[in-house]
């Protein structure tokens, strides 16, 4: 976007149009009376600064906020009244000729629409490629400050809520509620500065495709002869053209079709090639799809001829969890150990400490809330399983944060329990319940579940499973898999006599390429040392 453009587009930037001299240049910062921000574009890459708050009066030399553009200088910027004024003019020629600027706000192409923002799809965790509105809890019309929420956002790990970051009234929704499968950047909502601004964008849609336009202007100009000729065909055969392009679109083995629209014929096994497309060039659009599915279109079905079933769709949750599991078990060289640990004495200081816990008002302290103590404390004598793999390097952790494996009807959830070997047992046991409190209701944070350093995965009490062999988290080394308490007959301390014992299975699934057998065993020998003697973890 030319700096013309943009100030002839922008009240608030008219008074800045003899400041710059160069067709080049466009500025960067959102305008918000809260708050400023700028994004510079530096070797292609993008960088965005936040600055001080702006107030509505003439500053002072030292509240100007400043920021770098290219290699040969800064330039300063200061807010008065209703307009922005260089102070800093000698040095904006040589900034501007070495530095790129992208507008962080997408202006309006259109001379029918006024100034405005387009607000995408945010990427609220590492993994995140995705997600779905859950709902909105602004409408349109409403008015927004920074740090108000929009809406609620299912991420592929939780709902979130999603605050605004601009001061403005929100003028139109695009992506409405129980919106699915939105990409990241995607746009969602439209903001606008003048409430006055609101109703142009009743019918306002965003562009489907950003496709370039300036090479197409580059290209050589025919000749008017030449475009007379074209004219006259085009105007003589205008039914033909239809068929022509969509039969061309559909030609050789390729067959043109948008992501979205990929995505949807894949999970529900169309096949593309059985549709019909409705958009630019015959290419086939999201909407293609459901009509087709709509109208009974027949699915790619695997299932045997009479045998009845029903496709249940995934959630977000359980799709990135089944990407994240297949590339463990694909990229990681499990191993696993077990080891099997007598819990007699676990149980009866569980059953000593649950008194005092219930004479105080606290939690009662669970198996599982024993076993993540003694897992810290074990990684705390072996701090090797306590590590990831990055390639070049193996990165260990100085802090011991335990994820908890939590199964809920919406998924598996980990929430992290962090520093969980500083943390005495009853800490331990409040966190957990309202951990996996928050995951059964949906809730949890990015907080609650991000940074992780190990794993504990437990079926043993809840389900009953003796043993089982868990797969690693990434980036994790090591899960540890906790089975059910047995009670086995063992030999006593005469040659005849027998007692009885509990013991409980515990496997550890390892990265081989962090963790050495001999390692692993070393953790296990810890932790079934912690198990035995449960006083040991008190001290």
Not at 159 to 173: D, H, N, P, R, S
Not at 385 to 404: P, T
Not at 476 to 493: C, D, M, N
Request: net charge neutral; with cysteine.
């Amino acid at each position: 976007m030319s700096a013309a453009h943009l100030l002839r587009h922008s009240r608030k930037l008219r008074s800045l149009q003899n400041a710059v001299g160069c067709e080049n240049f466009s500025l960067v910062r959102h305008f918000s009376s809260g708050s400023g921000s700028f994004i510079a574009k530096e070797n292609g890459v993008g960088k965005r600064t936040r600055g001080t708050r702006f107030s509505q009066h003439n500053q002072s030399a030292k509240e100007l906020e400043t920021f770098s553009l290219g290699v040969n200088g800064s330039c300063t910027w200061r807010r008065a009244s209703n307009s922005l004024t260089p102070s800093a003019a000698s040095r904006l020629n040589g900034s501007f000729a070495c530095g790129q600027v992208v507008s962080a706000r997408p202006f309006s192409s259109s001379a029918d629409l006024p100034p405005h923002q387009e607000i995408g799809m945010p990427s609220l965790s590492p993994t995140m490629t995705e997600g779905n509105i859950a709902k909105w809890l602004k409408k349109e019309g409403d008015k927004v400050s920074p740090g108000e929420v929009l809406c609620e956002v299912e991420t592929d790990k939780a709902t979130v809520e999603m605050e605004c970051m601009e001061e403005g009234y929100l003028a139109k929704i695009i992506q409405g509620d129980g919106a699915k499968e939105i990409k990241v950047g995607e746009v969602i909502a439209i903001t606008v500065e003048e409430e006055g601004d609101i109703e142009k964008f009743k019918d306002y849609k965003p562009s489907s495709s950003a496709e370039p336009v300036a090479p197409a202007e580059s290209k050589a100009q025919p000749e008017p002869s030449q475009l007379k000729v074209e004219e006259k065909k085009l105007t003589q055969t205008p039914e033909a053209k239809a068929p022509k392009i969509e039969e061309a679109s559909q030609s050789g083995d390729r067959i043109f079709a948008s992501p979205l629209a990929r995505k949807l014929a894949e999970d529900n096994n169309v096949p593309l090639s059985s549709v019909k497309g409705t958009g630019p060039d015959g290419r086939i659009l999201k909407a293609d799809i459901e009509d087709y599915l709509a109208k009974g279109g027949t699915r790619e079905a695997f299932a045997a001829p009479g045998l009845g079933y029903i496709d249940i769709p995934n959630a977000q949750i359980r799709k990135v969890t089944a990407n994240r599991l297949l590339a463990s078990k694909q990229t990681i060289p499990h191993y696993y150990l077990t080891v099997d640990a007598r819990v007699d004495k676990l149980v009866k200081l569980r059953g000593e400490l649950n008194p005092l816990q219930d004479a105080s008002g606290g939690k009662k302290i669970s198996i599982n809330d024993l076993v993540i103590k003694a897992a810290a404390l074990a990684l705390r004598k072996v701090p090797q399983c306590n590590s990831s793999w990055m390639n070049d390097f193996i990165r260990q952790y100085h802090n011991v944060n335990i994820n908890v494996a939590v199964q809920t009807e919406h998924g598996l959830f980990v929430p992290v329990i962090r520093d969980a070997d500083k943390k005495g047992l009853g800490t331990i046991a409040e966190e957990v319940k309202q951990l996996a409190q928050k995951a059964r209701d949906n809730s949890l944070k990015p907080a609650d579940y991000e940074g992780g350093t190990f794993t504990v995965s437990n079926l043993g009490g809840p389900f009953g499973i003796k043993q089982f062999c868990a797969i690693i988290n990434p980036p994790q080394s090591a899960i540890l898999a906790i089975g059910s308490a047995e009670k086995r007959v063992i030999p006593g301390s005469a040659e005849v006599q027998y007692e009885f014992g509990s013991f409980m299975s515990a496997t550890l699934s390892c990265d081989h390429r962090v963790i050495d057998g001999a390692i692993g065993a070393e953790f296990l020998k810890a932790f079934k040392g912690y198990i035995e003697n449960p006083t040991s973890m008190l001290l």
